[in-house]
C-alpha cells in the first residue's frame, strides 16, 4: 500500500510559478513509477508527467513541455512538479499517482495509487 498526498497547491497569476509536492508513505518508494495528472472542471483527468523510478527518465505532455518539470527525491519519498509560465487553461486539481509497472505509461488506468489533489488556479 502506498499513500499519497499532495500540497503546494494555490492561486497565481499567469507568468506565474508554483512547485507542487507529493509525499508517500512507506519504504517501497522507490519502486514505483510517479505521475502528475490533472482534472479540470467539466473535463476528463489527463496525463501531465511521469519520472521513472530510478533512472530519473521523464516524459511530458505537449501542452506543459518546456514548462513544467518532475523530480523525485528517493530519500525523501517524495515527487515534485515544477510548474513555471503558468496560462490559466493550466487550471485543474492535480494528482498524483503511482505504477509498479516497469514501462512508464500515459493511461490513467494503469497507475495503483493516487493522492487526494490539489487546486491549482491561473488567474489572467
Known amino acids: 500500500q502506498v499513500q499519497l498526498v499532495e500540497s503546494g497547491g494555490g492561486l497565481v497569476q499567469a507568468g506565474g510559478s508554483l512547485r507542487l509536492s507529493c509525499a508517500a508513505s512507506?519504504?517501497?518508494?522507490?519502486?514505483?513509477?510517479m505521475a502528475w495528472f490533472r482534472q479540470a472542471p467539466g473535463k476528463a483527468r489527463e496525463f501531465v508527467a511521469h519520472i521513472a523510478r530510478s533512472s530519473g527518465d521523464t516524459y511530458y505532455a505537449d501542452s506543459v513541455k518546456g514548462r513544467f518539470t518532475i523530480s523525485r527525491d528517493n530519500a525523501k519519498n517524495t515527487v515534485y512538479l515544477q510548474m513555471n509560465s503558468l496560462k490559466p487553461e493550466d487550471t485543474a486539481v492535480y494528482y498524483c499517482?503511482?505504477?509498479?509497472?516497469?514501462?512508464?505509461?500515459?493511461?490513467?488506468?494503469?497507475?495503483?495509487?493516487w493522492g487526494q489533489g490539489t487546486q491549482v488556479t491561473v488567474s489572467s
Open positions: 512507506g519504504r517501497t518508494f522507490s519502486r514505483y513509477a
Open positions: 499517482a503511482a505504477t509498479s509497472q516497469l514501462v512508464l505509461t500515459t493511461i490513467r488506468g494503469r497507475y495503483d495509487y
